[in-house]
């Protein structure tokens, strides 16, 4: 990761990462802002996040600054709050137009269409990667860069989009546990029935522990 921000930063005097939440990322993420980089060259964005208070401890926002808050980076954060002000729910056209303003500033940032120079992924049990959840629309949005789920574990969440993720110049898959062993070998099969077999940026790295790399 630290090689693709350098490589990044050399040719085009900026990376744009794009992180996953969770808990089982932050050990990498803490050795990465270890690195000697130039971090006040680097944006980062998250690949998806709850649609929930900005206190709220499941917020990736809070865990991601937590590590990179204090090295001079620049953030691009999804727009969870003005979301939550325009209430998603009850006015679909707001909620479109505050989606519209994210996607002119990323596109400001990554280009137009965006590419992100490194994004992180994981996996869940059910296929899912970022908030690209099975049976849920935003799986088959082509169009928009960035949307919002239907209701999924008691929110809605906001998430990058297939076009975005499959336009990254590096994804980096971290998986862990026994329970992930069965959907990262479909993952490497290339199964497009599970939404995380649909995202297939130009280079991947699959990192993965003893558990999940197991095939039985």
């Not at 693709?4 to 990462?17: G, K, L, N, P, S």
């Not at 990498?28 to 270890?34: G, I, R, S, W």
């Amino acid at each position: 990761m630290a090689a693709a921000i350098d490589a990044a930063i050399e040719a085009r005097d900026r990376c744009v990462v794009a992180l996953s939440g969770g808990s089982t990322p932050t050990p990498v993420f803490e050795a990465l802002a270890t690195r000697p980089l130039s971090w006040e060259q680097v944006v980062f964005l998250q690949v998806d996040e709850r649609l929930v208070a900005g206190d709220d401890e499941r917020r990736n926002l809070m865990g991601q600054r937590a590590v990179f808050g204090n090295l001079g980076c620049s953030w691009l954060p999804l727009p969870v709050e003005e979301l939550l002000l325009g209430d998603v729910d009850g006015d679909p056209s707001t909620a479109a137009a505050v989606l519209d303003r994210f996607c002119v500033d990323l596109v400001a940032v990554a280009g137009d269409p965006p590419m992100i120079d490194l994004v992180h992924l994981g996996l869940g049990a059910d296929g899912h990667t970022a908030s690209l959840l099975p049976g849920d629309p935003l799986v088959d949005e082509l169009r928009q860069y960035v949307g919002v789920t239907e209701e999924y574990q008691g929110t809605r969440r906001i998430s990058l989009t297939r076009p975005v993720l499959d336009r990254a110049r590096m994804a980096v898959w971290l998986v862990s546990g026994s329970d992930k062993a069965e959907t990262l070998g479909r993952l490497l099969a290339g199964d497009m029935s599970i939404p995380a077999g649909l995202i297939r940026p130009a280079h991947s790295v699959v990192l993965a522990d003893a558990d999940a790399a197991r095939q039985d």
